[in-house]
């Protein structure tokens, strides 16, 4: 089975990085996008792109856009959606969780305040019998976990052993919860019997991805490596590398594609207006296809950094997303230049 590399469509209509990228739950219909442009954003990517224009002032007309979401008032650095997608949640510079009606385009429930976390929160996830629970990770260093069905706004619990920021939250089987933090570890909790194990990976950790068996868990870090760890025993079960592949500024996010047979992730070593996602085999490690992804013109150019000094532009895939949770024939990916490109079979 050949891997779907076929540029589809390109999503149109942020303007700033995409930070948050997902597809609704099954049958996956549609993407959401979180940006620093501090909207959310729901698109159909099976509806037909944008005729183009003669104008080239022209700004280019989002046709597979459905709905803009605004409430944040800071950019949009993570989402989940309900299984049911009725709902979903997102988090970012607000310091809190929204909980968002997806028919009403309103939030229903914003979990934060004095009992919520102090910083930005980078990650949020549902988790729970019947998806009860929110659980979010922050630039505190800690992890909360809210009560979706309960009227008070107070965590029912708040793991604080990470040291570093928290980047990445997971929920696993039955009662337990994992965490990734700029510290280098992945801690994995069991809120119910109260215990704690932690693997050291060495390096600040990005994201977390869980095996459909719940045996492994696929870890991003900024040491240009995908770790993919043993659940049970923490040992090392493959490791992701590849010359001119680089990580180690950004958070992007990797994840499972076709049937957990390829691993994916965007690359920083991408020079120019194009980006780049690195494919690897899952049970081999070995690199079997470097996708192109279309930038936006102009993104090249150099820009001034935080330091004063003058940079050569890239566009960074900082984030992809498998439909139907890694099952299905299609996949996305979007970055820093706010584009989001949908690929598939030919």
């Known amino acids: 089975m050949a891997f779907p590399s076929k540029p589809l469509t390109q999503l149109l209509g942020s303007n700033g990085p995409v930070h948050a990228l997902t597809y609704s739950s099954t049958p996956s219909t549609y993407i959401l996008t979180g940006s620093a442009d501090r909207s959310i954003r729901l698109y159909n990517p099976s509806r037909p792109a944008a005729a183009p224009t003669t104008n080239p002032l022209a700004p280019p007309t989002a046709t597979q856009l459905i709905q803009t979401y605004t409430a ?4 949009v650095l993570d989402l989940c959606v309900s299984a049911d997608n009725a709902a979903f949640a997102s988090v970012g510079g607000d310091r809190a969780v929204f909980l968002w009606d997806v028919a009403t385009a309103q939030t229903t429930r914003r979990f934060g305040g004095a009992q919520g976390h102090s910083a930005r929160i980078n990650a949020v996830c549902y988790g729970g019998a019947g998806e009860s629970v929110l659980i979010s990770g922050s630039f505190d260093a800690s992890v909360r976990m809210w009560d979706v069905r309960s009227q008070s706004g107070k965590p029912i619990m708040v793991l604080g052993d990470a040291r570093d920021s928290v980047s990445a939250v997971l929920a696993g089987e039955g009662h337990e919860v994992f965490s990734g933090s700029v510290d280098g570890r992945v801690r994995c909790y069991d809120v119910r019997a109260g215990r704690l194990e932690v693997d ?48 180690d500024e950004f958070r992007c996010r990797s994840a499972f594609g076709g049937n957990e047979r390829w691993v994916v992730c965007g690359n920083e070593e991408a020079k120019g207006a194009d980006g780049e996602v690195v494919v690897w085999d899952t049970l081999s490690g070995k690199v079997v296809e470097r996708v192109r992804i279309k930038g936006k013109e102009g993104e090249a150019k150099k820009k001034i950094g935080r330091d004063g000094k003058e940079k050569e532009g890239r566009n960074v895939v900082s984030c992809v997303a498998w439909k139907e949770n890694g099952r299905g024939d299609q996949w996305c990916c979007a970055g820093t230049d706010g584009i989001v490109t949908v690929f598939g079979r030919p």
Not at 72 to 75: A, Q
Not at 210 to 219: A, E, N, P, Q, S
């Open 72 to 75: 944040h008032g800071y950019e």
């Open 200 to 247: 050291v990976i060495g390096a600040p950790v990005t994201s977390l991805k869980r095996t459909r068996d719940g045996k492994g868990i696929l870890v991003g870090s900024l040491d240009s490596c995908v770790r993919l760890m043993d659940r049970d025993g923490g040992g090392l079960l493959r490791a992701y590398k590849e010359e001119g592949f680089r990580n």
